[in-house]
């Protein structure tokens, strides 16, 4: 059994055309779990929520009752290195958790959560990926003629759209992308010794800048004239938001039809092996 984690509807979706046949299983009411069967072996797909709270979540709810033998985070990712480009894949060597530390007069230093084992806590600031996984998925990769990047991944709680942030944070981690899920599944994960890595497209490059995103989001509670009327003004007040967002959806069909094509490539030399 395998078992694939998606933050979105969205990006779940692309897995239709390889798992034509899928259950939906019982689950908590903001999880959707679904079963299928590919050459011979039970996936299970998991749409969580984005966020690490909601990773972590959706994960311990898979976790507690089944048993795969590896979990694999996808979706999308914003860029932190020039080198990446919009539709490129980058397979994760470690994800990181970015925005857990300690605060204090002098900035911010980064110590990854504390985790309880042998009678003590250890500060754990990276979750490697297993190398026989992080093998077939850059296998994977090349049959499917995809440009892909290995390297680290990291994990905030917050859509980082800022050029400048975005460079900086490349520099102080070393990582080549940015999400919002990965490192607190690996968490989960970890303690439950399943192996645990994530794929992510990138829809976004360094340079994309979207100030003001937050503005033209779809709130709870929200009714729909109030969500336009929000879009509208921001439409007015900066005329290239809409180009921005245009390019920013662009960025995210790219990114997710190149996943497609790299699950359709991996997932049957995973169920296969």
């Not at 509807?9 to 999880?31: F, G, W």
């Not at 605060?103 to 959560?113: L, Q, R």
């Not at 010794?193 to 992510?200: G, H, K, L, W």
Request: charged residues 20%; aromatic residues 6%; negative net charge.
């Amino acid at each position: 059994m395998i078992a694939l984690l998606f933050a979105t509807p969205k990006e779940a979706s692309i897995v239709s055309p390889l798992l034509p046949e899928k259950t939906t299983c019982e689950s908590p009411r903001h999880l959707r779990l679904q079963r299928s069967e590919l050459s011979g072996e039970e996936v299970l797909l998991l749409t969580c929520g984005v966020g690490k709270v909601a990773a972590a979540a959706g994960t311990m709810f898979l976790l507690q009752r089944q048993r795969p033998r590896a979990l694999l985070v996808c979706g999308t990712a914003g860029a932190l290195t020039t080198d990446a480009r919009v539709g490129d894949l980058v397979l994760s060597t470690a994800l990181l958790p970015g925005d857990v530390g300690v605060a204090h007069s002098g900035g911010f230093g980064n110590t990854g959560p504390g985790i309880y084992e042998e009678g003590r806590v250890a500060f754990s600031p990276s979750f490697a990926s297993p190398p026989w996984l992080l093998w077939l998925a850059a296998d994977a990769a090349r049959e499917a003629g995809l440009p892909f990047h290995l390297g680290p991944v990291l994990t905030c709680d917050q859509v980082v759209l800022d050029p400048e942030l975005r460079s900086h944070l490349g520099e102080a981690f070393r990582a080549l992308a940015v999400e919002m899920e990965g490192a607190a599944a690996a968490q989960v994960a970890m303690h439950e010794e399943v192996p645990c890595m994530a794929v992510r497209a990138i829809s976004d490059e360094l340079g994309h800048d979207f100030v003001g995103m937050e503005k033209i989001l779809r709130y709870r509670g929200q009714s729909r004239r109030n969500l336009w009327e929000k879009r509208f003004h921001l439409s007015v007040s900066d005329p290239e938001a809409i180009s921005r967002a245009q390019e920013l959806l662009r960025g995210r069909d790219l990114a997710l039809a190149n996943l497609g094509l790299f699950l359709a490539a991996f997932l049957p030399a995973l169920c296969g092996g």
